[in-house]
């Protein structure tokens, strides 16, 4: 027996060259030709599914993919990668580099995937896989997907013995579900590809049961956690990029449902602000998080809109909030929109909050047609510089210039400078190469409740 699974390795380490590029009947062939030099159709039907690690990456492979998936009892996500220029590496450099590539990649991905969360399945040496079983983490894996794989140019970067950048990037299909989610995240992906975008997520008539509770039923969902109180603030440290330490937490929305989902604003912002309920959701998270803030001595920021601060009632309830709890550990980060009309407005409100002790932020800094006369005259403490800006350092020099223009801005009138959706260390260290004052994201610390930073 021993000796026909030995044959069996080295065909498969003789056939592997077959993998790069290779797609499912280029499998099935080199299955075929096991078959047939081997001679015992059992042995090599049997060796093929119980061996799952693909040798090259040493991650679960293909079959071990499709069983993970045949055993799934609720709703998944699915991402699968496809490593572009795979080919053009493998013509100019050869079958090894373009295997430490494959395996430089595996790693970098590796680094971003929680083993409790999601699993990391090398389908071929072209294509990855993510599966992530809880719906929890649907929403950090696809920021993950758009923020650390696609705009971290480290990920996309391998550096050979001799010196040289060897730039291989991916595109990606993603699918949730049960039932056909290989066959729908592939779907996605060779649309993806089509259309020359970094990736898709599939979509039918008839969208996966999580989809579709979202899209159709996110009003109710929403009312009814808004009449129930499920609104919850979850909170994520702001560090000093000085010394690494926490300089404060900004308090985030979120919708804690009976069954424990965690429900992002991405999927009830909207709703909220369609049907007029805005400034009541708005007081029930703010009052949660003054709850929050009187049992703790950290420094805690809250976001506002414009919308909010031009509201009376909501002027009155902020003030009388500060009335009660004070504001000397309180900033209040105002969205910096086109939708700002009247700047005598957001100056009238900050003048209110300063008496309190309260520091102001604006933040998405960058994202829009700032009028910087205007910012000027008010009394700000910070800028949180706009993530998408943040998330494209690494790739793009004309984000970097435009980054480093707004952080020599803030210096040059005493603001101090955050800088968010930083997810690497490689981020961690540009966004301080270029000074900014403080960090803000996913490699420092994702969005949790209360107790898991000890604020309770």
Same mark, same amino acid.
Not at 199 to 218: P, R
Not at 260 to 270: D, E, M, Q, R, S
């Given at each position: ?18 993998? +790069? ?8 062939i ?5 078959e047939? =030099? ?34 799934l ?15 053009? +590496? ?6 090894? /580099?373009?295997?430490? +590539? ?11 995937i929680?083993e ?31 923020f ?17 950048? @060897? ?25 993806a ?46 560090i ?32 909220a ?6 400034? !009541? ?44 709890? #004070? ?12 939708? =700002? ?8 409100? @900050? ?13 998405? !800094? ?18 949180? /510089? ?15 210039? /435009? ?5 020599? !801005?803030?210096?040059? =009138?005493? =603001? ?22 403080y960090?803000? #994201? ?15």
């Open positions: 027996m021993l000796n026909y699974l030995d044959k069996v390795q080295e065909c498969l380490r003789e056939l592997e060259g077959l993998y +790069v590029g290779g797609d499912e009947e280029q499998k099935a080199i299955a075929l030709s096991l047939n =030099i081997i001679g015992q159709k059992e042995l090599s039907h049997n060796f093929l599914n119980t061996n799952k690690i693909e040798k090259t990456t040493n991650l679960p492979n293909r079959e071990a993919l499709m069983e993970d998936i045949s055993h009892k609720n709703e998944a996500m699915l991402i699968i990668l496809h490593m572009n220029q795979i080919e053009a +590496v493998k013509q100019l450099y050869g079958f090894e /580099i373009t295997k430490k +590539v494959i395996v430089d990649k595996s790693e970098k991905l590796e680094h971003l929680k409790t969360e999601a699993t990391l399945y090398s389908i071929n040496l072209q294509k990855f896989a993510i599966l992530v079983k809880e719906r929890m983490f649907f929403d950090k894996y696809l920021s993950i997907l758009q650390s794989i696609f705009n971290n140019m480290d990920c996309c970067k391998y550096c050979t013995d001799d010196g040289e950048d @060897i730039i291989t990037d991916f595109t990606a299909g993603v699918a949730y579900g049960i039932e056909h989610l290989h066959h729908t995240a592939n779907v996605a992906l060779q649309e590809t089509i259309s020359k975008e970094n990736y898709k997520i599939y979509d039918t008539v008839s969208e996966c049961a999580i989809t579709k509770k979202m899209t159709l039923n996110k009003h109710k969902v929403y009312k009814d956690a808004l009449h129930e109180g499920y609104v919850v603030p979850y909170f994520q440290p702001i000093d990029a000085r010394d690494d330490s926490v300089m404060k937490y900004e308090a985030l929305a979120r919708l804690l449902l009976p069954d424990g989902t965690i429900v992002a604003p991405y999927h009830f912002l909207n709703v602000l369609e049907d007029k309920t805005f400034e !009541f959701f708005t007081r029930q998270m703010m009052q949660k998080v003054f709850n929050i803030y009187d049992k703790t001595s950290a420094q805690i920021s809250m976001n506002l809109t414009y919308e909010n601060i031009k509201s009376k009632t909501m002027l009155e309830y902020i003030k009388n909030r500060l009335e009660k709890y #004070g504001g000397e550990r309180i900033t209040f980060e105002i969205v910096e929109t086109e939708e =700002i009309e009247d700047y005598e407005v957001v100056e009238n409100f @900050i003048l209110m909050i300063k008496e309190y002790g309260c520091k102001i932020s604006i933040d998405d !800094f960058g994202s829009g047609y700032s009028n910087f006369t205007n910012l000027v005259k008010l009394n700000i403490d910070f800028i949180k /510089i706009d993530g998408l800006l943040i998330t494209k350092l690494l790739s793009d020099e004309k984000a970097r210039l /435009i980054v480093q223009g707004l952080i020599h !801005f803030a210096k040059n =009138i005493n =603001i101090k400078t955050i800088a968010e959706f930083v997810s690497s260390k490689e981020l961690s260290e540009c966004v301080k190469e270029l000074g900014v004052d960090i803000q #994201g996913y490699y420092y610390g994702e969005p949790k409740d209360a107790t898991f930073y000890n604020l309770l």
